[in-house]
């Protein structure tokens, strides 16, 4: 039973912080790196940050400094705050492991969330 539920988007002006959440099932969460990934009008879904089941984490030299991410263990769940947003930041946020989890070899994916920044 696979699940990926993303929440916490939202619009905010530049500057503004906003904190995203993944609910993950817990198979995936206790065995597998996890990322955040985002996906902007004429481009693919881009991996933005990740995190090991050791807590290692990476990010893209576009967050790097911004944005942060981390797991919590007790919920199962993927978050990453983001600071300083700005209007780049723009786009759909979804979460998953890395690479993506494949369900009959096909990749499967949340809903993702909502992330406007705007003046």
């Known amino acids: 039973q696979v699940q990926l539920v993303e929440s916490g988007g939202g619009w905010v002006q530049p500057g503004g912080s906003l904190r995203l959440s993944c609910a993950a099932s817990?198979?995936?969460?206790?065995?597998?790196?996890m990322a955040w990934y985002r996906q902007v009008p004429l481009k693919a879904r881009e991996m933005i940050a990740r995190i090991t089941t050791g807590t290692i984490r990476y990010y893209v030299d576009s967050v790097k400094g911004r944005f942060t991410i981390s797991r919590d263990a007790a919920k199962n769940s993927v978050d990453l705050q983001m600071n300083n947003l700005k209007t780049e930041d723009t786009g759909v946020y979804f979460c998953n492991t890395v690479p993506a989890i494949m369900i009959a070899s096909r990749e499967y994916w949340g809903s993702g969330t909502q992330v406007t920044v705007s003046s």
């Open positions: 817990d198979d995936i969460f206790r065995t597998s790196t």
